[in-house]
């Protein structure tokens, strides 16, 4: 069975500074894809940015942008120019290559923005 | 374009009842997911739907139970409630044969006492 840990309950960055949430992962799969969900106060799950395993090069969402070690089983999360709005708890997420697999979570890590 | 619409928001069960929560797909969606997630955790995932068949189910007892209608709405139902079902309910579509665009709706805020 694939797990997926989030060894990072609580982080906290100042406003325009750069965070990075830690992410590690088992699997003995080779086809799968990684991702970064935010879930605000609202509780809508809200994806950021995902991740083939297949590819070699990190995926960037504007100020969103991955570390992505393979054979480390990490897959970071790094927030530049961090704003407000980037408050809230982050998952990472597992998914099985293949039609209607299922998303396995992390416990998450709730980032607050100081001003 | 309405995104997955969940009904109720909130709700409040005694232990020992029966619930049903209800979930629209995001339109174009054929395939529905329900998670569960207790409060400081991450979802865990229940069952998953397509084509009116449950395809998939988590580590969940029987009394766990869903359904998916024609127009690809779903329901979770759950008997025999228990305090620890005390959880947000999320309920996430997508197009079966894709490997991304799931979307979430914002979850049922179930209270069991």
């Known amino acids: 069975a694939q797990t997926v840990t989030q060894s990072q309950p609580e982080m906290s960055v100042q406003e325009a500074e750069t965070v990075t949430l830690s992410c590690t992962y088992d699997?003995?799969?080779?086809?799968?894809?990684l991702f970064w969900y935010k879930q605000p106060p609202s509780r809508q799950m809200i994806l950021v940015i995902r991740q083939e395993a297949y590819k070699q090069q990190n995926a960037t969402e504007n100020r969103f942008s991955v570390n992505f070690q393979k054979a480390a089983k990490s897959f970071s999360l790094k927030i530049s120019d961090s704003q407000l709005g980037d408050a809230a708890m982050y998952f990472c997420a597992y998914r099985n290559g293949g039609a209607n697999s299922k998303l396995t979570f992390g416990k998450g890590i709730t980032l607050s923005v100081r001003p | 374009d309405a995104g997955v619409t969940q009904s109720p928001t909130h709700l409040i069960k005694t232990r020992g009842q029966q619930v049903t929560l209800r979930c629209s797909p995001k339109s174009g969606h054929d395939t529905v997911s329900w998670y569960q997630q207790a409060l400081g955790q991450g979802p865990q995932f229940i069952f998953q739907y397509y084509e009116e068949e449950e395809r998939q189910r988590g580590n969940f007892p029987d009394r766990f139970s869903g359904h998916q209608f024609p127009n690809y709405s779903s329901e979770l139902n759950v008997n025999a409630l228990l305090l620890g079902d005390s959880a947000l309910y999320l309920c996430?579509?997508?197009?079966?044969?894709?490997?991304?665009?799931?979307?979430f709706g914002s979850g049922t805020r179930l209270t069991v006492v």
């Open positions: 996430a579509s997508s197009f079966f044969q894709q490997i991304y665009g799931y979307t």
């Open positions: 699997t003995s799969e080779s086809d799968y894809y």
